[in-house]
């Protein structure tokens, strides 16, 4: 697997017209309503598919559009071959994650933003697959 850049643009308000406009709309702890796009990926879309066995790699994700959103965790599923795994970056906006890509699953990532000045966290998700070799 190679090493794979996402960035997550959020915007603390619902989606902009036409419907979705790339954007998509979550549900904060606090009730408010967000809205996310990820760009990047393999699909360019925030997605990651690579082949089985083509070695472990990394996907780094940057939530942007204003410092106060932050990365609180980041969750998998299904991973039934444990094959993920992930830790902060250099900064708390940064979230790396690793696959380490020796099966083939279809999971996905989620990760989970907080907001510093709301004081509430949503989530936010892309699909990651590892296909057959």
């Known amino acids: 697997m190679s090493n794979v850049n996402v ?10 017209p ?6 998509t709309d979550t549900t904060a702890s ?3 309503v967000y809205s996310y ?11 990651v598919q ?6 472990s790699g ?17 969750v998998f599923g299904p991973d039934p071959g444990n094959q993920l795994s992930w ?3 250099a900064t708390p906006n940064i979230a790396v994650i690793t696959d380490i890509d020796t099966q083939s699953e279809d999971s996905s990532y989620g ?3 907080r907001d510093s000045t709301a004081n509430c966290t949503f989530r936010c998700d892309p699909p990651i697959s590892n296909k057959p070799g």
Do not use: C, F, K
């Open 30 to 32: 606090n009730g408010a």
């Open 7 to 16: 960035s997550l643009d959020i915007r603390n308000s619902a989606a902009p």
């Open 58 to 74: 990394t996907i780094t994700v940057t939530a942007g559009g204003d410092p106060r959103y932050q990365v609180n965790n980041v």
């Open 111 to 113: 990760i989970i933003v």
């Open 18 to 23: 036409p419907p979705g406009n790339g954007y």
């Open 87 to 89: 830790a902060w970056g």
């Open 50 to 55: 690579e082949t089985t066995g083509s070695g």
């Open 37 to 47: 796009q990820y760009s990047g990926g393999t699909d360019g879309a925030g997605g």
